[in-house]
């Protein structure tokens, strides 16, 4: 038998890797895609790059954006600078359109595969800021990704799998150990050093280590300085 194609959203964090794991688990052959779009934090490249062969993804393909020419974010202009303190409202971490943009190169992929399912590493901790990370948003992006299909027209319905949206980041930290996933090859710092070595003060990095102290795990960064 053939087994089942999904395209896996990689950005070589904590997230998506725990999503690769979960998406092999559920017997998936998996293709990896990532994207250099002009982020600050270039380390999480070769993050995804580990990953995606650990975790045994049949290919890995990194896109060339140029998101840092619209800026607007931290994450993309460097005139504007990482907080490093809890935020209030939508941060200014916030990528206009990413995750639509992520999605919809995801969608162009997936047919081309033959693939009716996207895995993305959207989860409850951030779609109280991100508006791209909200269930009211991926629902909608699934409808429109089967009206604007030839895949979803002709009947091989597409669906947009975030098998994380209802975990916190504890759960996400435990499900993925479970998985056997290698928390050490990830970078989820927002100003990571070009080795991934974490600032330990972003947003990311406070919730990606309170993930691990709460699941009683130990936490595998590398943070600068030590």
Request: glycine residues 12%; aromatic residues 8%; hydrophobic residues 40%.
């Amino acid at each position: 038998m053939t087994a089942k194609k999904a395209v896996v959203l990689l950005s070589g964090g904590l997230d998506s890797a725990t999503v690769l794991a979960m998406a092999q688990e559920q017997g998936y052959e998996c293709y990896a895609l990532g994207f250099d779009y002009g982020q600050r934090h270039r380390s999480e490249l070769a993050a995804a790059q580990r990953v995606a062969t650990a975790g045994g993804a049949v290919e890995h393909k990194v896109v060339q954006l140029d998101l840092r020419s619209i800026g607007g974010s931290a994450l993309t202009d460097e005139n504007i600078a990482v907080p490093e303190d809890e935020p209030g409202g939508i941060p200014v971490t916030y990528v206009p359109a990413r995750n639509t943009v992520f999605l919809s190169i995801a969608l162009g992929w997936a047919e081309v595969l033959g693939a009716q399912d996207i895995f993305v590493g959207v989860n409850a901790v951030d779609y109280s800021g991100y508006p791209d990370c909200r269930p009211e948003y991926i629902e909608a992006f699934e409808r429109m990704a089967n009206l604007a299909t030839r895949a979803g027209v002709e009947g091989q319905r597409l669906h947009i799998r975030a098998p994380l949206m209802e975990m916190s980041k504890a759960d996400i930290v435990r499900r993925g150990t479970e998985l056997g996933v290698d928390y050490s090859l990830t970078v989820s710092c927002y100003q990571a050093d070009e080795g991934g070595a974490a600032c330990g003060r972003c947003d990311s990095c406070r919730l990606r280590a309170a993930g691990f102290a709460e699941a009683g795990l130990a936490d595998p960064t590398v943070y600068r300085g030590t």
